[in-house]
T-cell receptor, first 113, second 112 residues
């Protein structure tokens, strides 16, 4: 069964450094998402991406965040200058059509020291 | 915007008993309600969902019911097993908006 994959599973970085989190969505899906989950809290929406552009973003997704689909299979989340409060699990999700049945990857645990 | 609330942060049941987790939502325009199961160290996995034109949906031991008047929907797990132990998240969305709005999650513990 096709699934969303994410790399790395765990990323440790120093405050102020740039990180890139990678995702490979399910191949025939058209909508892509990033969510984050701070330890013990609920899953929060960051950004959605369709037709090679951002379709929606939350207030969390400020100028330090960016997304890209560089090669038709990967979907990346870049954090330019990480802060301590960026430490969280970051989940990529994809969906075959608008809004429904989002399938989540296993997540990347980002630790900012 | 949508706000999703979960009534119980934790729920413990004996193996074989039923578990019910209830979730409320605020936006009457919401029309899609998924339930996700999250095991330790893993991403949320969709286990069942319901659309607003249906009142109940069942898949083996799992069912979801929707009460649009009261704006709540519930996850029902029958004949619980230890492997059902996980955190369960409800979410809601309306067709005019793509991001899922998640509730806080209920940690279900099934005691053998």
């Amino acid at each position: 069964e096709p699934e969303v994959t994410q790399t790395p599973s765990h990323q440790v970085t120093q405050m102020g450094q740039e990180v890139i989190l990678r995702c490979v969505p399910i191949s025939n899906h058209l909508y892509f998402y990033w969510y984050r989950q701070i330890l013990g809290q609920k899953v929060e929406f960051l950004v959605s991406f369709y037709n090679n552009e951002i379709s929606e973003k939350s207030e969390i997704f400020d100028d330090q965040f960016s997304v890209e689909r560089p090669d038709g299979s990967n979907f990346t989340l870049k954090i330019r200058s990480t802060k301590l409060e960026d430490s969280a699990m970051y989940f990529c999700a994809s969906s075959p059509d608008r809004a429904h049945e989002q399938f989540f990857g296993p997540g990347t645990r980002l630790t900012v020291l | 915007g949508e706000s999703v609330g979960l009534h119980l942060p934790t729920l413990s049941v004996q193996e074989g008993d039923s578990a019910v987790i209830k979730c409320t939502y605020s936006d009457s325009a919401s029309n899609y309600f998924p339930w996700y199961k999250q095991e330790l160290g893993k991403g949320p996995q969709l286990i069942i969902d319901i659309r607003s034109n249906v009142g109940e949906k069942k898949d083996q031991r799992i069912a979801v019911t929707l009460n649009k008047t009261a704006k709540h929907f519930s996850l029902h797990i029958t004949e619980t097993q230890p492997e059902d132990s996980a955190v369960y998240f409800c979410a809601a969305i309306d067709s005019g908006n793509t991001p899922l709005v998640f509730g806080k999650g209920t940690r279900l513990s099934v005691i053998a």
